[in-house]
């Protein structure tokens, strides 16, 4: 299946990498999907304070 999503790496200490391990197993998710989760939500956070964010994306659309 395609996916616009990009990939990278992320490195993490291993008391953090173990938290969000729990974390996800508790919320039935795996750890990235998880990871992925928690960055959108609280990017709806901060825009709903301050206003949306501008990407490359939202900019090729105007």
């Known amino acids: 299946m395609a ?4 990939v990278f ?9 173990d938290k ?3 974390l996800a ?4 998710r ?3 999907n998880y990871i992925e989760y ?3 939500k609280h990017l709806e956070e901060i825009e ?7 990407t490359r994306q939202t900019e ?3």
């Open 3 to 6: 996916t616009n999503k990009r």
């Open 9 to 17: 790496t992320l490195r993490l200490p291993d008391e953090v990498f």
């Open 20 to 22: 969000i391990g729990i």
């Open 25 to 28: 197993t508790k919320d039935h």
């Open 30 to 32: 795996s750890m990235t």
């Open 38 to 40: 928690v960055l959108v």
């Open 48 to 54: 709903k304070e301050q206003g949306t964010s501008q």
């Open 60 to 62: 090729k659309k105007c």
